[in-house]
C-alpha cells in the first residue's frame, strides 16, 4: 500500500479533488493528520511526500475492521495454513528480553517461550492474512535497554489446535509479508514435532 510501505508524492491539489475539496481545505487536512502523528510529510524540491505512520496504520486497520463488521466480512474464525521455515533466530533473543516477555504476558497471559515458529503462508493463506491485517492487533510498545533502542511490534492472539499462541510482527520485520512469526508458551516445533517443510494450520477468532 503506497504511503504505508514508503512515501507517496502528493499534492494538496490532487488530494482535494480525490476528496471534492479545495486545495486550501485538502492542504489543513494533511497538516492535521500529521498533527495527530497519523501521518509524516517531507518536503522536496518536487513536492510533499507522505508516510502513513504507525499510528496511521493502526487507525487504517481499525476502520477496516469496522467496515468489514457492518458489511459482515469480520468476526474470523480464520484459517492460516503454511509450511515451516527456519527463522534468522532473532526471535530466541527477542523473547528473551523481560521488557518484552512481561508485555506478552500481560496482554496475552502467556510467558512465552524464548523463541518464535516461522511459517510461510500458502498462496490461499496471504488472502485470508490481508482479512486478518484489518483486525484489532495489540500494540507492545518498544524501549530503550543499554543504550539500544528496541522497537514497538504488534500481537494478535491465534491456536494451534489446543495450543495458545500469538502472531507477532516487529515494527520492522526482515521477513516478507507472506512469512509470519508465531510465539506460545511451549516450544513448538518440539511439542508438534515440526521439521521445515511441514504444514500447520493457525486458527485465529475475533468476535
Not at 500529521?34 to 502513513?52: A, F, H, N
Not at 504476558?105 to 484489518?134: C, E, Q
Not at 507472506?178 to 511441514?198: F, K, T, Y
Request: some cysteine.
Amino acid at each position: 500500500m503506497g504511503g504505508v510501505r514508503g512515501p507517496v508524492w502528493i499534492s494538496s491539489q490532487s488530494f482535494g479533488e480525490s476528496l471534492s475539496l479545495s486545495p486550501q481545505t485538502a492542504s489543513r487536512r494533511l497538516k492535521a493528520l500529521e498533527g495527530q502523528r497519523l501521518i509524516d510529510r517531507s518536503l522536496r524540491p518536487d513536492g510533499q511526500y507522505v508516510t502513513v505512520t504507525s499510528d496511521g496504520e493502526e487507525a487504517l486497520r481499525k476502520e477496516y475492521t469496522d467496515y468489514s463488521r457492518i458489511f459482515g466480512e469480520g468476526g474470523g474464525p480464520y484459517s492460516l495454513t503454511g509450511s515451516v521455515i527456519s527463522g534468522l533466530g532473532e526471535g530466541r533473543y527477542y523473547m528473551s528480553l523481560p521488557a518484552y516477555a512481561e508485555q506478552f504476558r500481560r496482554v496475552l497471559g502467556i510467558d512465552p517461550f524464548p523463541g518464535t515458529l516461522n511459517l510461510r503462508l500458502s498462496s490461499a493463506s496471504r488472502d485470508v492474512k490481508r482479512k486478518v491485517d484489518g483486525l484489532p492487533w495489540t500494540r507492545i510498545e518498544g524501549f530503550i535497554q543499554d543504550g539500544r533502542t528496541f522497537g514497538d511490534a504488534r500481537t494478535l492472539a491465534c491456536r494451534i489446535g489446543e495450543i495458545p499462541c500469538a502472531i507477532v510482527v516487529p515494527g520492522r520485520s526482515h521477513y516478507p509479508d507472506d512469512v509470519i512469526e508465531l510465539i506460545s508458551p511451549v516450544e513448538l516445533r518440539a511439542v508438534l514435532r515440526l521439521s521445515d517443510g511441514d504444514l500447520v494450520t493457525v486458527e485465529v477468532s475475533h468476535a
